[in-house]
């Protein structure tokens, strides 16, 4: 059995292969030699099972597939938000490298579903509006848009994709992890460089500037003790802890409702002019970006057309 499986097999016990399996997962990714010390794997069960089902949670929560394709854009609120142009989908699609993956590995496939990121972005521009039989000049509107559409996770079924989104929802706090433990890294490393500055100046201080310089350079020895100290393996289990158990602290999504009208204009409820209520979902520090997240069905993609798209994209991708 492969570690994805390991890991989303649920008739497992909770304690059995699909935990071990994700901490051993977690661990490797932040330092392998982690599992060669005293308390592994035992100290990492609480802090990667809670981080985990917090991931499963994230991804459920996301709501059921939408639907991707020019059908779908002329009748569907929410798809017809998401992009610019009924052509932008195909284009959107055809430049995803999970995408071309997977068609690799799934050649006859037709149908997929997969986690769709974007940036959404809000504008303030001058328009123009119709109040009653008067057409209105430069009035002020927001314009809601979205870039950068990304696909990942592209599976088979539904089951499979969410899986999939789970354990890179799960890799992202894994990260979290080992940025708190690059950080101490790269702050040893400046402590290092501001010790030797000190001691460089300490060598052709005068005698009244030298007890300024030695306590200063009492100081930053301390500190890097410290440090040094922090970065020992047996304390990066507490890095773990400091996300993995606080998983809401360091990604979470959140619901954002609004009102948009068929021009991707933000109108108020109760508006003369309103159009179609919609909820984006918004994953929050997922990496230095937020990101509009929703899970989607995609078929009938293997035309002539879209597949020389497809073809073209991945060789400019491969140059």
Known sequence: MGLFEQLFDHGQEKDGSELLSAIERAVSKVEPLLK???GYPGRYRKPVATALEYSRSLVASVPSPVVINRESYARDAFVHAL?????????ALSTSR???????????????????GMRRF???????????????????????????HTIENPAPTEKQARDQATLSFFDSLVNKVKKRVEARKQNKYLQL??????????RVADAQARPALEQELSEMIARIQSTTSSLELRNYAEDFEAVMLNPEKHLRLVQIPMVLDNMGIRR?????????????????DFDRR???????????????????????AYRQLAL
């Open 268 to 284: 108020e409820i109760g508006d003369s002019n309103s159009g179609e209520a919609v909820v984006f979902n918004e994953l929050i």
């Open 122 to 148: 809000e504008k303030t521009m001058l328009g123009m509006e119709l109040s009653g039989e008067m057409v209105q000049r430069d009035v002020v509107q927001k314009v809601v848009y979205f870039t950068s």
């Open 193 to 202: 460089q501001e010790k030797d500055s000190l001691m460089a100046r300490l």
């Open 83 to 91: 992009f610019p142009s009924v052509d932008y989908i195909t284009d």
């Open 98 to 116: 999970a995408l071309q993956d997977y068609y690799r590995e799934f050649p006859e496939s037709d149908e997929l579903y997969a986690l769709m």
């Open 36 to 38: 060669h010390i005293g």
């Open 290 to 312: 937020n990101w509009t997240v929703t899970m989607v069905y995609c078929n009938n993609m293997q035309s002539e057309s879209f597949a020389t798209r497809l073809e073209n």
